[in-house]
């Protein structure tokens, strides 16, 4: 299921993106073991593709993905925490189409004196993801791609390839953060 993100942040901080997908995962693994692996391995890997779709190594390659996305998402959220105290708000809606669209909202401070900021994000919002489907580690990914391009911007708002020309860059108080995720 696609999924779209659209955040929004201090300083006229803007990040759109649509067609997020837990799909992709494999697809990117595949693609870096393809182009990084010696020429006898590109061979074992070709016949371990065409043998079976859930063959041990694409478990293995999806898990390493897994798990590289994982990190990148706990760099991110260590890297976050330590610009500032931000207030961050998490809105999740998936539709359906014979009942009610599911939706969850969390907010919450992430100050510079939580020990592992990556637990407690996802402490946060996992009920909010379960609920309406979107526990995917694209969903993570996208989020640690946010945090940084948010920091990028406030490092400099003015040159910023994701300010929003029609936002004010200057603001008092807390930075905040705001992510709508949706199918």
């Known amino acids: 299921m696609p999924i779209r993100l659209f955040a929004v942040g201090s300083g006229g901080f803007e990040y759109r993106r649509t067609s997020i997908s837990v799909g992709e995962v494999f697809e990117m693994a595949n693609m870096a073991s393809v182009m990084t692996a010696p020429s006898r391995a590109h061979a074992a890997i070709a016949a371990a593709d065409a043998e079976v779709n859930t063959s041990g190594l694409e478990r293995a390659l999806t898990a390493m993905s897994d798990i590289q996305q994982l990190h990148h998402f706990r760099d991110a959220c260590t890297t976050m925490q330590a610009g ?24 919450f401070r992430l100050t510079n004196r939580m020990a592992n900021p990556a637990w407690h994000i996802l402490n946060r919002i996992q009920p909010a993801m379960e609920r309406t489907g979107m526990q995917g580690t694209g969903v993570l990914m996208s989020i640690a791609i946010v945090f940084n391009s948010f920091l990028q911007h406030e490092a400099s708002p003015g040159g910023s390839p994701f300010r929003n020309p029609d936002r004010p860059t200057n603001y008092r108080g807390d930075a905040r953060l705001n992510f709508q995720f949706s199918d």
């Open 84 to 107: 500032g105290d931000i207030i961050l708000s998490f809105s999740f809606r998936s539709s359906n189409l014979m009942w009610v669209d599911d939706s969850a909202h969390r907010s």
